[in-house]
């Protein structure tokens, strides 16, 4: 019989495993590990997030249930103290970077124009509970984390994650995002900040966000609106107001762009953009886009497992929060080689349904093969 992986081994060959091991020796994360080594806890982890298990106890259990087939995927059975340890005390940046190498090796599969990206910037927050979640105390009674994404909606995947307690600023890790010049950036409100956005425009990105209320705009130009497009109210050029607040200048001194339009609820926005060429239209198109980046997250949610934390620590939230991006990305990948389910949903499902048979991960929908028929001496030795 015709021997085939499991459809886990099928998912986790995308790993790039030599940089992977060049990340666990830089980081010393092996240094003086002799029970659990940090490629055997990476696949109990991804497992666990592809499995759908909500504790280390779902994880052990599932494991030691297919104790059979980890041999050949490198993977071992671990008991949940030992996970515990080491979600605890192994370096995250291990996942971290990994999985933004990851991301950098499937970018590169993308061939487009300079100018052409268009990428989604937000934030979801994650409640925690525990003892070990005090890093993320925001008040008396709660705690929370952040995963700030930059999301690529043309590719369907983040290309850039962070996490922080979820008392940190928007504002603050997104300093610290990777900018690609000449990108365009759509984000909102929790992203206002006029420094920032001066870096963006030296860059020569384009930046498409919203006006808050109290933001007045200098006209200096008015542009034509469309008369058959009834959702475009009025489209100025201006200048924001000389300081951002009482006490600092504003960096941003280049002409912006106000677009007012009204949405299907009656709502009335103010969409903002340094683009003063590109008709407003599109750049009310492009704010649009925001809801794909709503959507990742709730797939994220609800697909993958980052609302029930395996461990309450920083470090492990951290590791815990890469590792199910990991996953998102090998799902991601494997459905693009495939073309029998289009639904990313419907995937995920057959894949966790499918998790540790032996199938063929393009052929999740059809049955297993049908036995061969009988050979004649079988047939003669029933009658």
């Known amino acids: 019989m015709r021997h085939h992986n499991s459809v886990f081994h099928d998912l986790v060959k995308r790993v790039p495993w030599a940089k992977f091991d060049r990340l666990v020796v830089a980081h010393k994360a092996d240094h003086r590990i002799r029970r659990l ?10 497992y ?44 995250s940046a291990v996942f971290s970077e990994l999985f933004a190498q990851m ?27 525990g003892l070990g979640s005090q890093w993320a105390r925001f008040s008396a009674k709660t705690c929370g984390a952040k995963v700030h994404v930059v999301y690529d909606p043309d590719a369907d995947r983040p290309i850039y994650a962070a996490v922080t307690a979820a008392n940190v600023n928007d504002i603050t890790p997104a300093q ?15 992203y206002y900040d006029y420094s920032w956005w001066a870096q963006m425009d030296r860059a020569g990105c384009r930046i498409v966000t919203r006006f808050k209320t109290r933001t007045r705009l200098t006209v200096t130009a ?13 489209d100025r050029i201006g200048l924001l107001p000389s300081r951002q607040a009482k006490s600092r200048k504003n960096p941003f001194q280049a002409p912006v762009r106000e677009i007012r339009l009204k949405t299907p609820t009656g709502k009335v926005l103010r969409i903002l953009s340094n683009d003063l060429d590109t008709s407003a239209q599109e750049i009310a198109d492009l704010y649009k886009r925001r809801w794909a980046i709503e959507l990742f997250f709730r797939w994220v949610k609800q697909t993958l497992k980052i609302r029930h934390f395996l461990g309450t620590s ?3 939230v951290r590791i815990q929060i890469a590792v199910a991006l990991i996953a998102f990305l090998l799902l991601r990948l494997a459905q693009a080689a495939q073309k029998a389910v289009q639904s990313p949903l419907a995937f995920a499902r057959l894949v966790r349904a ?15 093969p049908p036995p061969p028929p009988p050979s004649p001496q079988m047939v003669l030795q029933w009658n």
């Open 37 to 46: 080594s940090t490629k055997s806890q990476f696949l109990a982890l991804l």
């Open 48 to 91: 666990g997030q592809l499995a759908g298990a909500v504790s280390l106890r779902d994880v052990e259990c599932g494991l030691r249930s297919h104790a059979d087939r980890l041999y050949h995927v490198g993977g071992v059975t671990v008991p949940r103290s030992t996970l515990a340890d080491a979600n605890s005390t192994r370096p």
């Open 103 to 129: 991301v950098a090796q499937a970018q590169r599969g993308l061939r487009r124009a300079v100018g052409d990206a268009v990428y989604l910037i937000d934030s979801t927050g994650i409640r925690l509970s």
């Open 176 to 190: 610290a995002m990777p900018i690609e010049a000449g990108a365009t950036y759509v984000f909102d409100l929790g």
């Open 222 to 234: 008015e542009l034509a609106v469309p008369e058959e497009d009834g959702a475009i109210l009025s």
């Open 314 to 316: 920083e470090n492990a």
């Open 354 to 368: 499918n998790l540790m048979h032996r199938r063929r991960i393009d052929k999740l929908i059809t049955g297993p």
